[in-house]
């Protein structure tokens, strides 16, 4: 298995510091994040051979397994290594094996566990027959993308055991079960639930073959991740469900663009536990194509989220691929937040923001119902002055590098062009003045915005 290499075409590239690159820019982005999953489970592999015994003869049975899977069925190790726990997992294992700290060798296993998961997982998917054993972290075993399994009476320290046979049906056990922990069938289809399996929970279908799931992360990596690994209950996942489809449809209708980059591959979505503040949304530098949110509200609400992550996911997949800036201690004043932010995070915010003021300049054109259209150019008029603003601190910090300012150039050409649109006077003056209460909180929180910040 070799990582591909990947040349942008400068016109793309262009497209995606615009703020948008369409359905082909998330296809690109993808194609590079999943060679770098598998560069990073090459590079997992060769830590450990160096690292020795028990954790190099695991890796290289996990790797072995990967590629075969890949002789198999190329597809099926895509799936699982572009799936978003597969990010956190291989990255986690790699800081951990190449750092300077004494290492603790059963945690160690623990994590390689994580490993030969994904191994497991692409091993079910290519209908390979194997025999793949694991040690257990607790009762729910996961197969990353495909599900988790429950064991009720696991015991620590015991081992979980994955058999596919030639017929490629695959039955998950644990060694040592109790007689109340037969093995579980391990589906053939991913969003399916039975018995002790636990599948994700299939949203909408964006596009033939493109789903829009629910789920926990098989390793949940967000704060405030809903942790019910046994399911969501029923009206949970009609609210989700309905809601999902109606933010689709609106995306469909009214943004196609957006709709189109949506589209352009699965996606996932975490729920997050809710804080009684409004909408709570975040994403990962390591689970491209995820999203975190709690419970939606509305269709547009959820639609807006969605648009500002996948932002995100956009800006995150190009830092993997190109320098766009040199780090530095200043932290700067962001006026989505309430603390200081660092350059990185700064840029970040202005790109997602930039998405955001785009999706709100839609809506005031698109709403029918008049009050709502009235919040959607208050909304507009916020966020194309905010990240206008963000941007043009961040092409004036000195730390951008050539094509980090040709970024940051396009992100203005666009938002210049947002900030000469028409907007009602009453809806500027109210965003106006939000922004005025905004900057006066964060300076009496922190000090002197105008002004970098030491860290």
């Given at each position: ?7 942008m ?18 296809r ?11 560069a990073?489970a ?10 020795g ?28 290594l ?24 059963q ?23 194997a ?22 009476a ?13 017929s ?49 992360l ?85 639609a ?41 995070g ?45 941007t ?50 964060w ?13």
């Amino acid at each position: 298995m070799t990582p591909s290499p990947h040349r942008m075409p400068g016109a793309l590239f262009d497209a995606v510091a615009a703020g948008a690159g369409g359905a082909e820019a998330l296809r690109f982005l993808a194609r590079a994040e999943h060679s770098r999953r598998l560069a990073c489970a090459y590079a997992v592999t060769a830590a450990a051979r160096e690292t020795g015994g028990q954790v190099a003869e695991e890796a290289a049975r996990a790797w072995e397994l990967l590629a075969a899977a890949t002789r198999a069925d190329p597809g099926a190790t895509a799936a699982v290594l572009t799936h978003p726990a597969a990010g956190p997992t291989l990255f986690g294992l790699l800081t951990r094996l190449t750092g300077r700290q004494e290492q603790d060798r059963q945690a160690l296993r623990a994590l390689l566990g994580r490993y030969t998961a994904l191994a497991a997982a692409a091993t079910v998917r290519a209908g390979l027959a194997a025999r793949v054993e694991w040690p257990v972290e607790g009762a729910w075993v996961a197969l990353p993308s495909l599900g988790r399994a429950h064991f009720p009476a696991a015991r620590r320290g015991g081992q979980a055991v994955l058999r596919v046979d030639t017929s490629g049906r695959a039955l998950l056990s644990l060694t040592g079960r109790s007689p109340g922990d037969p093995p579980v069938p391990v589906p053939a289809s991913p969003y399916r639930s039975e018995g002790r399996w636990h599948g994700a929970y299939l949203l909408e279908t964006l596009a033939p073959g493109t789903p829009l799931l629910l789920d926990v992360l098989d390793q949940p990596g967000f704060p405030n991740a809903v942790l019910r690994p046994d399911g969501l209950d029923a009206d949970e996942i009609h609210h989700w469900v309905t809601a999902a489809r109606e933010a689709c449809e609106l995306l469909r209708a009214d943004h196609p663009d957006l709709y189109e980059e949506l589209a352009a591959g699965p996606r996932q979505l975490v729920p997050l536990t809710g804080t009684g503040q409004g909408t709570v949304s975040g994403s990962s530098a390591e689970t491209f194509g995820c999203v975190a949110m709690s419970r939606p509200t509305t269709a547009t609400g959820f639609a807006a989220t969605m648009t500002h992550e996948m932002q995100h996911n956009k800006f995150s997949a190009l830092l993997h691929l190109f320098d766009l800036l040199e780090p530095g201690p200043e932290r700067f004043y962001a006026p989505w937040r309430p603390d200081p932010r660092p350059l990185l995070g700064l840029f970040h915010g202005a790109y997602a923001h930039l998405g955001v003021a785009c999706f709100w300049a839609r809506r005031g054109e698109t709403e029918p119902d008049p009050g709502l259209r009235t919040e959607a150019h208050v909304q507009f008029a916020r966020w194309r002055s905010a990240a206008r603003e963000a941007t043009l601190v961040t092409l004036g910090s000195g730390r951008l590098t050539p094509l980090g300012r040709r970024v940051a150039d396009r992100m203005l050409h666009t938002l210049d062009g947002l900030c000469r649109l028409p907007v009602p006077a009453a809806a500027r003056h109210r965003a106006e003045a939000t922004a005025r209460a905004h900057h006066a909180a964060w300076r009496e929180r922190n000090g002197n915005p105008e002004r970098t910040l030491s860290a």
